[in-house]
Nanobody, 115 residues
Framework: QVQLVESGGGLVQPGGSLRLSCAAS????????MGWYRQAPGKQRELVARITSGGSTNYASSVKGRFTISRDNAKNTVYLQMNSLQPEDTADYYCNAARGGYEHWGQGTQVTVSS
C-alpha cells in the first residue's frame, strides 16, 4: 500500500518555472523507478521524466533540457523542476511509482501555462 500525492501545480506565464513534488507515504528507495507523466485534454498520457533507484534519468524529447527530475530519499519525495514552460506543457501531471510489475499513481496536479 502506497500513496503518492502531487503538489506544486498552478498557473504560470510562458517562460516561467514550476517545481512539482510527489510525496510518497513510504520509502521511495524500494521502487525501481519513479516518474512524471502528463495528460492534456484529448491526448494520451505520456511519459515526461523518469528516474530509477540507481539515479539514471530519462526525459521526453519535448522537455529535455528544460525539465529536471530528482529525488530526495530522506523526504520520500520526487521532484520535477520545470523551466522555460510553454503553453504546450499545459496538462495534468501525475506521479508514478513502479516496482515488480506494479504501478502506483497519484491524483495529479494541474499545470497551466498561459499569458
Amino acid at each position: 500500500q502506497v500513496q503518492l500525492v502531487e503538489s506544486g501545480g498552478g498557473l504560470v506565464q510562458p517562460g516561467g518555472s514550476l517545481r512539482l513534488s510527489c510525496a510518497a507515504s513510504g520509502s521511495i528507495s524500494r521502487f525501481y523507478a519513479m516518474g512524471w507523466y502528463r495528460q492534456a485534454p484529448g491526448k494520451q498520457r505520456e511519459l515526461v521524466a523518469r528516474i530509477t533507484s540507481g539515479g539514471s534519468t530519462n526525459y521526453a524529447s519535448s522537455v529535455k533540457g528544460r525539465f529536471t527530475i530528482s529525488r530526495d530519499n530522506a523526504k520520500n519525495t520526487v521532484y520535477l523542476q520545470m523551466n522555460s514552460l510553454q503553453p504546450e506543457d499545459t496538462a495534468d501531471y501525475y506521479c508514478n511509482a513502479a516496482r515488480g510489475g506494479y504501478e502506483h499513481w497519484g491524483q495529479g496536479t494541474q499545470v497551466t501555462v498561459s499569458s
